[in-house]
């Protein structure tokens, strides 16, 4: 039950948006984060769905997943849709009626930029391993260094909670089952019993995650970690031909937007 | 006399999606009360997810599970009460010790079960006895015993339950010879006294030839041999070929024979060993 979880899932492949570099989906994502709040018009929310779904269709991104994803959002996408609904002024459909057509416009689209918006995140979650990811920002983030920013610190530990949420989610499973075993109750009570009857599952659970801590301390300790100053990299980040196309395209993208917008179309 | 009941069990995990894998399947067995049963199989061989059934914990997604003539999923309350019948003891069951005394920790399973102060206080010490935890150690937290003292502890938490079932998967997992042959001892002692089932889950083939009185072994989700220990270990290939082993005794009887040595009888436990080499010995066929 716990396992249906999906938390920036990655789903390998070999595809052109699987192979760019991640700092170049990083920087892309941010293009397109802002061209998407510079849409106004139909128009450009059309231009942004088409690249969006151009680009789902590129990383063989099944409309599916995205749905999946969407899921947990529902509640706050049909929240802001029927706010809009009912908080624009305008020519109302029926004489006497709140809802107007500018409102319903407005839902229409502000409904389409949450969506846009959950799926570009998702599209670089579901095509890059979040090694890449974390390793990508690091690279990205380097210069803040220079300021005293410990940036290697902070992306390893990024990927090392990425690395545990699995490990974690299995064990609070057996630690679940363990302790019904014993006859708890975690489905019936009122919201106090049941918050109470967490604690068995808790307790070991932090035992068990200071636990793996320390292991994977001593662990890399024995392998001579010792931060990350003239630490080398296995695998190499180059950016390729590809990279330098995708931002030439992002920034093709982003000022068509704009000029869309400087036109009121 | 209550028994432990299967019938055509079949769980298949994540049914519907791509991930969809069929742990056991088809599975009908017996067990009377107070039979002493080695469970065993390799990793993946579905017995962890069988001992799940018994105490309701999994759901089948066909068949049924009988515990004293009720179907254990028949309703909720039903499923509620079986856990306390058919006590289930996890792997490194120290991880899910959680409270601040050892006493508390033991008195959780009696206190879900919602009895009277004074039978919670009996049955822990009971339990504590039986598992070799001394009174004195009540008012220590858990977490800071020793890996065998806490293993236990977990395991008298289940025992205080009084279940007629007792089921423990690898009870001596990472424990040193002196702590395994404590706990086997201790679940020996507990069986005589209170003639409970127990259901052993091990691939340690030496401590189940010494332990139990049938051998269940599966092997991809079937039930592959099920019989009195003799029987099973007179089929060495086949425990190989399932990626088993034989118990020492049994394998090292198997070399003497294969090298012309005539032992008598079925020979799985040191004792037997001995036993068949003095016997050959005394009638000079060796």
Known sequence: MLKDITLGQFFPGDTIVHRLDPRTKIVLLIVYIVALFQAVSWWSYALVT????????????KPKNIFKGLKPMLF????????????????????????????????????????????????????????????GLEKLLSPL??????????????????????????ETDKIMSAQKARGADFETGSLVQRAKALLPILVPLFVSAFRRADELAVAMESRCYHGGDGRTRMKQMKLQGIDYAAFALGAVFLAAVIVLRHFGL | MPELRVEALTHTYSA???????????????????????????????????????????????????????DINADKFARRDIKGQVGLVFQYPEYQLFEETVYKDIAFGPKNQR???????????????????????????????????KRRVAIAGVIAMRPGVLILDEPTAGLDPAGCRQILDNIRDY??????????????????????????????????????????????????????????????????????????GSIYTHEQLKAAILGAKEAGVC
């Open chain 2, 16 to 70: 519907g999606t791509p991930f969809q894998k069929t742990a056991i399947e088809n599975i009908t067995l017996t067990i009377p009360q107070g039979q002493m049963v080695g469970l065993l199989g390799h990793t993946g061989s579905g017995k962890s997810t069988f001992i799940q059934h018994l105490n309701a914990l999994l759901q089948p997604t066909s068949g049924k599970v009988w515990y004293d003539g009720k």
């Open chain 1, 145 to 170: 260094k220079r300021i005293g920013v410990p940036v290697h610190e902070m992306t390893l530990m990024m990927s090392m909670a990425l690395r545990f949420i699995p490990t974690l989610i299995e």
């Open chain 1, 76 to 135: 706050i996408i049909v929240l802001t849709a029927l706010l809009n609904i009912f908080y624009t002024q305008g020519t109302p459909i029926v004489e006497g009626w709140i809802i107007t057509w500018e409102g319903i416009g407005r839902s229409v689209q502000m409904i389409l930029r949450i969506v846009l918006l959950i799926t570009g995140t998702f599209l670089l979650t579901y095509t890059t391993s979040p090694i890449a990811l974390t390793d």
């Open chain 2, 191 to 264: 069986r005589e006294k209170t003639g409970s089932t127990v259901i052993l889950v091990s691939h340690n083939m030496d401590d189940a030839a010494r332990m139990a009185e049938r051998l269940i072994v599966f092997d991809h989700g079937h039930v592959a041999m099920d019989g009195s220990p003799e029987q099973v270990f007179s089929r060495p290939e086949e425990l190989v070929a399932i990626g088993l082993n034989v118990p020492h005794a049994a394998a090292i009887a198997m070399a003497l024979r294969q090298r012309g040595v005539r032992l008598e």
């Open chain 1, 50 to 61: 088409l690249v969006t779904v151009l680009a789902m269709t590129l990383g063989h991104i």
């Open chain 2, 115 to 149: 009895l009277s102060e004074q039978e919670i206080d009996e049955r822990v010490r009971e339990a504590a006895a039986f598992v070799g935890v001394e009174e004195s150690l009540f008012e220590r937290s858990p977490l800071e015993l020793s890996g065998g003292q």
